[in-house]
């Protein structure tokens, strides 16, 4: 193997020693979130999955009492209310990653930078 090759290894090799470091530090110099946190943040993506599916079965059994239709309003409004739910959770879920890690995407952008200059 040429002289510059091994370089080019051991170079990648201390990079991605030195990022592993970095972030080895960074969670060390951060407050460590205890794990009622995380169960609570469980027990919010369910809150929030749960309520707007209720809520449209609720809105559909009215419905159907009301307005009766040859579709079931129940059925329409239980999903409606599951899909809300669900973008609610996955919108809430993406906020405390960004939160959690405000730095991730730099770093991603960092080392594929790193990678094309070798």
């Not at 592993?20 to 969670?27: I, M, N, S």
């Not at 009215?62 to 009766?68: A, E, G, Q, V």
């Amino acid at each position: 193997m040429a002289p510059a090759k091994k370089k080019n290894k051991r170079n990648a090799f201390s990079q991605q020693v030195g990022k592993k470091e970095r972030r080895k530090l960074k969670a060390l110099r951060e407050k460590r979130k205890s794990i009622w946190a995380g169960l609570g943040m469980f027990g919010m993506v369910g809150w929030s999955v749960a309520v707007p599916t209720l809520l449209g079965t609720v809105l559909g059994i009215w419905l159907d009492n009301n307005y009766p239709q040859s579709f079931s309003w129940t059925l329409t409004f239980l999903v409606i209310g599951l899909i809300i739910g669900c973008l609610i959770a996955w919108f809430w879920v993406a906020n405390e990653d960004r939160e959690m890690n405000p730095n991730n995407k730099e770093e991603e952008l960092n080392f594929t930078k790193e990678e094309k200059d070798e």
